[in-house]
């Protein structure tokens, strides 16, 4: 019903990352029992692997506001909202064999197990739906020429070259129920502000890339010399536990040498101990 956008700052560039955004919407939505429900939508983009620190960091974040608004007798509320969550993968998880994945907040009896209509904050304030986007779905998967499928195929990567692949031309005729959205899309490819906004983007996500990969093989290298330094501590720590042992055994000798009346500078000689060392024992 209504769609407010949360984000102050442009998501990329507050997170710095050139593999995640991360977008959050206030909205009312309209349940299946044409019921009006105010909402936060938080939507997460991302095109590496294994971010779930991440999301569930900024999941945490959103668990944790309040939003303000008025309710239909004009009262101020400062509360907390349920959250939908939505995931836009740039590759497949393991598990994953279709690229659009709802899980929904159900209660269940516990005594009989059966599904049970439960409307209770507890519900919605302490678990989320979330919606999984998979991008690049497994290879193996037979497209069925959905409407949501049509809306994913949109949006995928078709070509991978080595040149500005900002945009790229649709495989045939969209889909009905598409064409307002890539009539929409379409008029950024003809305005020369946005065209430079995109060729800047891109630079950006260039730069960005470079930085994390430079970052990476710091690491690496990094890694490599603290095992490296593991390993010479382990050989230092065995050189001068020998060391220790060997010096045991000549002062022994030197005790021995030492009760058999054997002169000091004699024992000297044989063992390399000091004087002072021999006259100690």
């Not at 994945?101 to 989320?128: M, P």
Request: net charge negative.
């Amino acid at each position: 019903i209504h769609l407010e956008n949360r984000n102050i700052e442009l998501p990329l560039l507050k997170e710095g990352n050139p593999f995640l955004s991360r977008f959050d919407f206030k909205a009312i939505i309209e349940t299946e029992n044409n019921q009006h429900e105010t909402v936060l939508i938080e939507i997460q983009k991302y095109k590496g692997t294994n971010p779930l620190d991440r999301f569930r960091t900024y999941l945490g974040e959103n668990y944790l506001k309040q939003e303000t608004y008025k309710d239909k007798k004009g009262k101020t509320i400062t509360e907390a909202l349920p959250i939908i969550a939505v995931y836009i993968l740039g590759y497949c998880p393991v598990g994953f064999n279709v690229p659009y994945v709802i899980v929904r907040n159900e209660a269940y009896d516990g005594v009989l197990e059966e599904k049970i209509a439960l409307d209770s904050a507890y519900v919605k304030l302490l678990t989320h739906t979330a919606y999984f986007i998979i991008v690049t779905p497994p290879k193996e998967y037979e497209w069925k020429n959905t409407p949501q499928e049509a809306l994913i195929r949109l949006f995928r990567q078709k070509t991978a070259t080595n040149e500005s692949n900002t945009t790229y031309e649709l495989e045939g005729e969209p889909e009905m129920n598409l064409k307002e959205v890539v009539n929409y899309l379409s008029r950024g490819a003809m305005e020369e502000v946005i065209l430079k906004q995109m060729k800047a983007e891109e630079d950006y996500y260039k730069d960005l890339e470079t930085l994390e990969m430079e970052k990476r093989e710091l690491v690496q290298e990094y890694e490599h010399l603290s095992q490296e330094h593991k390993q010479l501590k382990i050989v230092l720590e065995e050189e001068k536990k020998r060391a220790e042992d060997a010096k045991q055994k000549i002062i022994e000798l030197a005790k021995l040498l030492k009760e058999l009346n054997m002169p000091i500078q004699e024992i000297i000689n044989r063992t390399g101990l000091s004087e002072r060392e021999i006259q100690n024992l």
